[in-house]
């Protein structure tokens, strides 16, 4: 099994710009889950999705858009890129919801200049 | 919703100590405690989490304890070796994970 994996693993735009950070998961968990993390600031949850076709929004979802077609895949899409919008993000997938083991992809570094 | 405190932000101990990270939560409703790990470029992995029915928890060096009446969680890492060096997350969750700032804990040999 490859877990979670993501594209790209790095990424430069210009501010105004969009762009999808893919993510898949090959071991048919129902919850996935984005996060963005910058320094001092720890993980913080962008949108969330309990299964195909159903997603909500986290602490920090402006910017942001999210889509669950298939149990498999769930891309985030910046609308138009913002310099603050310059983190590392994270995808992560389990079992339950969040109240059980998240496994996270590998990440995406992205820098809006 | 949620609100997860943690402290201190960093933490420097001698090889062999021990290392003790703090964090407090404010929904009363969340039931699940993880606490993650994550080296310098990887990404976060579990290491220990506590369900609210169950007030300490232990795993070979590491343990957590819970009080719920002081809504209050700690992680502590006993005879600590330079490779526990890492961001340590704890978190706090009754349907989404909401996560603390971290701390970066520095173990010298």
């Known amino acids: 099994n490859a877990g979670v994996t993501q594209t790209p693993k790095f990424q430069v735009l210009k501010t105004g710009q969009s762009m999808t950070l893919q993510c898949a998961q090959d071991?048919?968990?129902?919850?996935m889950s984005w996060y963005r993390q910058d320094p001092g600031m720890g993980l913080r949850l962008i949108h969330y999705?309990?299964?195909?076709?159903?997603?909500d929004q986290g602490e920090v979802p402006n910017g942001y858009n999210v889509s669950r077609s298939t149990t498999e895949d769930f891309p985030l899409r910046l609308l138009s890129a913002a310099p603050s919008q310059t983190s590392v993000y994270f995808c992560?997938?389990?079992?339950?919801?969040?109240?059980?083991?998240?496994?996270f992809g590998p990440g995406t570094r992205l820098t809006v200049t | 919703g949620e609100n997860v405190e943690q402290h201190p932000s960093t933490l420097s101990v001698q090889e062999g100590d021990s290392a003790v990270i703090k964090c407090t939560y404010s929904?009363?409703?969340?039931?699940?405690f993880p606490w993650y790990k994550q080296e310098l470029g990887k990404r976060p992995q579990l290491i220990i989490d506590?369900?609210?029915?169950?007030g300490e928890k232990k795993d070979q060096r590491i343990a957590v304890t819970l009080n719920k009446t002081a809504k209050h969680f700690s992680l502590h890492i006993t005879e600590t070796q330079p490779e526990d060096s890492a961001v340590y997350f704890c978190?706090?969750?009754?349907?989404?994970?909401?996560f603390g700032k971290g701390t970066k804990l520095s173990v010298k040999p």
């Open positions: 992560a997938s389990s079992y339950g919801d969040g109240s059980y083991e998240q496994y």
């Open positions: 071991m048919n968990h129902e919850y």
């Open positions: 999705s309990v299964g195909a076709g159903i997603t």
């Open positions: 929904d009363s409703a969340s039931n699940y």
């Open positions: 506590i369900r609210s029915n169950v």
């Open positions: 978190g706090g969750s009754q349907g989404n994970l909401i």
